[in-house]
């Protein structure tokens, strides 16, 4: 049984992720609050940054509806692999979508049979845009699996 401050660190880690419908994590900040822009302008989708895997994961729950942007890359830490594992055993109904700057087939396949809804490259002109299509795309498939 969980004490009553947790439940309330519970309750207000919940609140701050009620607003925010996206999470982006990627070490990138460059790319990181380009896509947190777009994301606003073109879908009006409120996203937070995350710097990387581990800081994201430090208050990430079971029940969270967040979707996830993940880079599959970072300098250090967790590889992208390793956190969307993670994610999938806490969450298995989590939507990760992987964006990297590596063009590696085999890598794209082990993260899609890991349980991620996309992978993208970073270096693809339309990458922002494809990243909102299979936002589009999963928001369109909750809705028809509820109906």
């Known amino acids: 049984m969980s004490r009553p401050d947790e439940q309330a660190k519970e309750i207000l880690i919940e609140t701050e992720n009620a607003n925010t419908e996206i999470a982006i994590i990627d070490d990138d900040p460059g790319f990181s609050f380009m896509l947190k822009d777009y994301l606003l302008s073109a879908a009006q989708l409120k996203s937070e940054l995350f710097s990387s895997g581990e800081d994201f994961l430090k208050n990430y729950r079971s029940g969270d509806k967040r979707r996830i942007i993940l880079d599959y890359e970072f300098g250090e830490g967790l590889d992208g692999l390793a956190v ?64």
Not at 115 to 127: E, I, M, P, Q, S
């Open 84 to 147: 969307l594992q993670k994610i999938k055993a806490l969450n298995p109904m989590a939507a990760v979508i992987i964006v990297s700057a590596q063009d590696d087939l085999e890598k794209a396949i082990e993260t899609l049979r890991s349980g991620a809804t996309d992978y993208f490259l970073k270096t693809n002109k339309t990458v922002f845009a494809n990243i909102v299509c299979s936002l589009m795309k999963i928001t369109e498939m909750e809705k028809n699996k509820w109906n």
